[in-house]
Protein backbone atom coordinates (compact mmCIF):
# COMPACT_ATOMS: atom_id res chain seq x y z
CA UNK A 1 0.00 0.00 0.00
CA UNK A 2 0.89 3.53 -0.03
CA UNK A 3 -0.25 6.77 1.69
CA UNK A 4 -0.72 9.92 -0.49
CA UNK A 5 -2.12 13.31 0.58
CA UNK A 6 -2.85 16.18 -1.68
CA UNK A 7 -2.93 19.72 -1.04
CA UNK A 8 -5.36 21.46 -1.24
CA UNK A 9 -8.36 19.40 -0.61
CA UNK A 10 -10.24 21.86 -2.17
CA UNK A 11 -10.40 25.39 -3.55
CA UNK A 12 -13.03 28.17 -5.35
CA UNK A 13 -11.01 30.01 -8.10
CA UNK A 14 -11.61 32.78 -10.86
CA UNK A 15 -12.00 32.48 -14.42
CA UNK A 16 -8.51 32.92 -16.18
CA UNK A 17 -6.45 31.73 -13.12
CA UNK A 18 -4.40 28.74 -12.25
CA UNK A 19 -4.26 26.31 -9.49
CA UNK A 20 -1.11 23.95 -8.76
CA UNK A 21 -1.80 20.90 -6.99
CA UNK A 22 0.32 19.24 -5.12
CA UNK A 23 0.62 14.87 -4.47
CA UNK A 24 3.14 13.43 -2.09
CA UNK A 25 3.24 10.09 -1.45
CA UNK A 26 5.14 8.30 1.77
CA UNK A 27 7.45 6.46 -0.49
CA UNK A 28 9.13 5.85 -3.85
CA UNK A 29 6.91 4.72 -6.53
CA UNK A 30 7.34 3.87 -10.14
CA UNK A 31 4.61 5.08 -11.74
CA UNK A 32 2.44 8.23 -10.99
CA UNK A 33 -0.53 9.67 -12.74
CA UNK A 34 -3.22 12.35 -12.66
CA UNK A 35 -6.74 11.77 -13.05
CA UNK A 36 -10.06 13.92 -13.42
CA UNK A 37 -13.21 13.16 -12.46
CA UNK A 38 -15.90 15.52 -13.49
CA UNK A 39 -19.33 15.45 -11.15
CA UNK A 40 -21.12 12.35 -11.36
CA UNK A 41 -18.75 10.56 -13.63
CA UNK A 42 -16.18 8.03 -13.64
CA UNK A 43 -12.56 8.90 -14.11
CA UNK A 44 -9.92 9.54 -16.79
CA UNK A 45 -6.60 9.96 -17.00
CA UNK A 46 -5.17 13.23 -17.47
CA UNK A 47 -1.49 12.16 -17.99
CA UNK A 48 1.25 10.38 -16.90
CA UNK A 49 3.99 12.02 -14.59
CA UNK A 50 7.67 10.79 -15.42
CA UNK A 51 10.20 11.28 -12.95
CA UNK A 52 12.72 13.45 -14.79
CA UNK A 53 11.16 13.70 -18.01
CA UNK A 54 7.94 15.38 -19.88
CA UNK A 55 4.92 14.00 -18.47
CA UNK A 56 2.93 11.72 -21.13
CA UNK A 57 -0.80 13.23 -21.95
CA UNK A 58 -3.94 11.69 -22.85
CA UNK A 59 -5.87 12.59 -25.69
CA UNK A 60 -7.48 15.64 -25.07
CA UNK A 61 -5.17 16.94 -22.69
CA UNK A 62 -2.29 19.29 -23.41
CA UNK A 63 0.85 20.69 -21.76
CA UNK A 64 -0.16 23.74 -21.56
CA UNK A 65 -3.43 23.35 -20.02
CA UNK A 66 -2.15 20.91 -17.75
CA UNK A 67 1.76 21.14 -16.79
CA UNK A 68 3.00 18.51 -14.63
CA UNK A 69 5.74 18.67 -12.61
CA UNK A 70 7.75 15.19 -10.87
CA UNK A 71 10.79 16.40 -9.61
CA UNK A 72 11.25 12.73 -7.72
CA UNK A 73 9.92 9.82 -7.11
CA UNK A 74 7.39 10.34 -4.12
CA UNK A 75 6.39 13.64 -5.38
CA UNK A 76 4.40 15.61 -8.62
CA UNK A 77 2.39 18.49 -9.19
CA UNK A 78 -0.22 18.98 -11.37
CA UNK A 79 -1.19 23.00 -12.67
CA UNK A 80 -4.86 23.62 -14.22
CA UNK A 81 -3.81 26.95 -15.83
CA UNK A 82 -6.12 29.79 -17.64
CA UNK A 83 -9.20 27.53 -15.70
CA UNK A 84 -12.47 27.80 -16.99
CA UNK A 85 -15.94 27.00 -15.17
CA UNK A 86 -15.42 23.22 -17.36
CA UNK A 87 -12.25 22.63 -15.25
CA UNK A 88 -14.78 22.16 -12.24
CA UNK A 89 -13.74 19.01 -11.06
CA UNK A 90 -11.97 16.47 -9.08
CA UNK A 91 -8.69 15.98 -9.33
CA UNK A 92 -6.73 12.71 -8.24
CA UNK A 93 -3.07 11.82 -8.40
CA UNK A 94 -2.99 8.29 -8.10
CA UNK A 95 0.33 5.77 -7.83
CA UNK A 96 1.60 2.70 -8.03
CA UNK A 97 4.26 1.60 -6.38
CA UNK A 98 5.65 -1.13 -8.79
CA UNK A 99 4.30 -1.23 -12.10
CA UNK A 100 6.35 -0.68 -14.47
CA UNK A 101 5.87 0.51 -18.17
CA UNK A 102 5.99 -3.12 -19.12
CA UNK A 103 3.79 -4.77 -16.45
CA UNK A 104 0.72 -4.27 -15.98
CA UNK A 105 0.13 -6.13 -12.61
CA UNK A 106 0.41 -4.40 -10.10
CA UNK A 107 -2.13 -2.85 -7.70
CA UNK A 108 -2.90 0.96 -7.92
CA UNK A 109 -3.80 3.60 -5.17
CA UNK A 110 -5.58 6.34 -5.12
CA UNK A 111 -5.20 10.20 -3.12
CA UNK A 112 -7.97 11.87 -1.43
CA UNK A 113 -8.25 14.20 -4.67
CA UNK A 114 -8.34 17.60 -4.75
CA UNK A 115 -11.77 19.45 -5.31
CA UNK A 116 -11.75 22.71 -7.58
CA UNK A 117 -14.36 24.92 -8.39
CA UNK A 118 -14.14 27.34 -10.86
CA UNK A 119 -15.92 30.48 -11.06
CA UNK B 1 -10.12 2.05 -27.67
CA UNK B 2 -10.68 -0.40 -24.64
CA UNK B 3 -14.34 0.21 -22.93
CA UNK B 4 -15.85 -1.33 -20.28
CA UNK B 5 -19.37 -2.00 -19.25
CA UNK B 6 -20.35 -1.98 -15.65
CA UNK B 7 -23.70 -3.01 -14.26
CA UNK B 8 -25.97 -1.80 -12.77
CA UNK B 9 -25.62 1.54 -12.67
CA UNK B 10 -27.28 1.68 -9.50
CA UNK B 11 -28.61 -0.40 -6.75
CA UNK B 12 -31.37 0.11 -4.28
CA UNK B 13 -31.14 -2.43 -1.33
CA UNK B 14 -32.32 -3.41 1.93
CA UNK B 15 -29.55 -4.40 4.35
CA UNK B 16 -28.75 -7.77 5.02
CA UNK B 17 -28.58 -8.23 1.42
CA UNK B 18 -26.43 -9.94 -1.06
CA UNK B 19 -25.43 -7.39 -4.06
CA UNK B 20 -23.88 -8.23 -7.53
CA UNK B 21 -22.29 -6.14 -9.90
CA UNK B 22 -20.02 -6.59 -13.11
CA UNK B 23 -18.01 -5.39 -15.79
CA UNK B 24 -17.38 -6.57 -19.21
CA UNK B 25 -14.56 -5.42 -21.62
CA UNK B 26 -14.52 -5.57 -25.43
CA UNK B 27 -10.74 -6.92 -25.42
CA UNK B 28 -8.76 -9.27 -22.67
CA UNK B 29 -7.16 -7.55 -19.64
CA UNK B 30 -4.82 -9.02 -17.36
CA UNK B 31 -5.36 -7.16 -14.09
CA UNK B 32 -8.82 -6.04 -12.67
CA UNK B 33 -9.27 -3.78 -9.87
CA UNK B 34 -12.46 -3.20 -7.69
CA UNK B 35 -12.34 0.31 -5.84
CA UNK B 36 -15.32 1.90 -3.74
CA UNK B 37 -15.15 5.84 -3.58
CA UNK B 38 -16.96 7.44 -0.83
CA UNK B 39 -18.25 10.99 -1.35
CA UNK B 40 -15.67 13.38 -1.30
CA UNK B 41 -13.34 11.02 -1.33
CA UNK B 42 -10.56 9.10 -3.55
CA UNK B 43 -11.26 5.68 -4.99
CA UNK B 44 -10.00 2.55 -2.06
CA UNK B 45 -8.93 -0.13 -3.57
CA UNK B 46 -11.18 -3.27 -2.28
CA UNK B 47 -9.34 -6.05 -4.49
CA UNK B 48 -7.14 -6.50 -6.84
CA UNK B 49 -7.27 -9.63 -9.61
CA UNK B 50 -4.21 -11.11 -11.75
CA UNK B 51 -5.41 -14.59 -13.25
CA UNK B 52 -8.10 -15.94 -15.35
CA UNK B 53 -10.40 -17.61 -12.70
CA UNK B 54 -9.20 -16.24 -9.83
CA UNK B 55 -11.27 -15.91 -6.99
CA UNK B 56 -10.33 -13.66 -4.41
CA UNK B 57 -12.22 -12.16 -1.01
CA UNK B 58 -11.90 -9.61 1.40
CA UNK B 59 -14.07 -10.01 4.39
CA UNK B 60 -17.59 -10.05 3.28
CA UNK B 61 -16.33 -9.26 -0.71
CA UNK B 62 -15.79 -11.60 -3.63
CA UNK B 63 -14.62 -10.95 -6.96
CA UNK B 64 -13.76 -13.29 -9.24
CA UNK B 65 -11.24 -12.73 -12.59
CA UNK B 66 -13.57 -14.19 -15.61
CA UNK B 67 -12.02 -17.29 -17.66
CA UNK B 68 -12.43 -15.39 -20.90
CA UNK B 69 -10.15 -12.24 -19.24
CA UNK B 70 -12.94 -9.76 -20.59
CA UNK B 71 -15.09 -9.70 -17.50
CA UNK B 72 -14.81 -9.72 -13.21
CA UNK B 73 -17.55 -9.70 -10.85
CA UNK B 74 -17.49 -8.28 -7.34
CA UNK B 75 -20.42 -10.10 -4.65
CA UNK B 76 -20.93 -7.99 -1.20
CA UNK B 77 -22.87 -10.23 1.31
CA UNK B 78 -25.04 -9.21 4.54
CA UNK B 79 -24.65 -5.83 3.28
CA UNK B 80 -24.56 -2.77 5.80
CA UNK B 81 -24.98 0.46 5.78
CA UNK B 82 -21.92 2.00 5.21
CA UNK B 83 -21.85 -0.22 2.11
CA UNK B 84 -23.24 2.71 0.50
CA UNK B 85 -21.17 4.18 -2.04
CA UNK B 86 -19.80 3.97 -5.88
CA UNK B 87 -18.27 0.90 -7.10
CA UNK B 88 -15.41 1.10 -9.72
CA UNK B 89 -13.89 -1.98 -11.71
CA UNK B 90 -11.20 -1.18 -13.69
CA UNK B 91 -9.11 -2.94 -15.74
CA UNK B 92 -5.25 -2.91 -17.03
CA UNK B 93 -2.99 -4.72 -19.50
CA UNK B 94 -4.18 -3.42 -23.30
CA UNK B 95 -2.07 -4.53 -26.05
CA UNK B 96 0.95 -2.32 -27.33
CA UNK B 97 2.29 0.41 -24.94
CA UNK B 98 -0.51 0.73 -23.03
CA UNK B 99 -0.95 -1.93 -20.92
CA UNK B 100 -0.20 0.46 -17.67
CA UNK B 101 -3.21 2.22 -17.52
CA UNK B 102 -6.41 1.43 -16.07
CA UNK B 103 -9.31 1.60 -17.97
CA UNK B 104 -12.38 2.66 -15.65
CA UNK B 105 -15.84 1.16 -15.77
CA UNK B 106 -18.71 3.62 -15.19
CA UNK B 107 -19.45 2.78 -11.79
CA UNK B 108 -22.77 1.29 -9.52
CA UNK B 109 -24.31 3.36 -7.20
CA UNK B 110 -25.13 1.26 -3.89
CA UNK B 111 -27.89 2.49 -1.66
CA UNK B 112 -28.79 0.45 1.16
CA UNK B 113 -31.46 0.77 3.70
CA UNK B 114 -31.08 0.24 6.94
Known amino acids: SAVISQKPSRDICQRGTSLTIQCQVDSQVTMMFWYRQQPGQSLT ?56 ASSSYNEQFFGPGTRLTVL | GQQLNQSPQSMFIQEGEDVSMNCTSSSIFNTWLWYKQDPGEGPVLLIALYKAGELTSNGRLTAQFGITRKDSFLNISASIPSDVGIYFCAGRGGSGGSNYKLTFGKGTLLTVNP
Open chain 1, 45 to 100: LIATANQGSEATYESGFVIDKFPISRPNLTFSTLTVSNMSPEDSSIYLCSVSPGLA
